[in-house]
């Protein structure tokens, strides 16, 4: 079983895909809450892109880290929730700080209208 948790970020297989949906190997903030990965083999993450030109006003800028181990500043697209099998995690890359998920935690609510 693969050990995953909340605020992980992994490389993850989103092929196949269909129309605009992001395709390939790319990196993924896991949001998933750990009671739910204990129990489960499916996980749901927000992807990640390093194409900062083009941030829309509901992306979130991810500062490259120590802690997240990405190669270059990056943007969480918080539009592209998605949930996967766990099969589809490819290698594991670093996580994201507290202050960060609490950051992406805002944003989803009020961006899917959540009280």
């Known amino acids: 079983m693969i050990n995953v948790t909340h ?3 992994w490389l993850v297989n989103y092929s196949p895909s269909i129309g605009r949906e992001y395709q390939k ?15 489960s083999n499916l996980f749901t993450c ?9 941030i829309m ?3 979130i ?9 990405l190669h270059q500043d990056s943007v969480i697209k918080m539009h592209h929730v998605t949930s ?9 890359i670093g996580a994201v ?7 992406i ?3 989803l609510k009020e961006l899917y209208e959540l009280s």
């Open 7 to 9: 605020g992980d970020i």
């Open 25 to 39: 190997i790319r990196p993924a903030v896991v949001i998933s809450p750990d009671s739910l990965l204990k129990r």
């Open 46 to 54: 927000i992807a990640v892109t390093s194409k900062t030109a083009k």
């Open 57 to 59: 006003p509901d992306d």
């Open 61 to 69: 800028e991810l500062p490259k880290t120590a802690k997240n181990k």
């Open 84 to 92: 996967y099998d766990k099969k589809r995690l490819h290698k594991y």
């Open 97 to 103: 700080d507290s202050q960060m998920m609490e950051s």
């Open 105 to 107: 935690k805002i944003r």
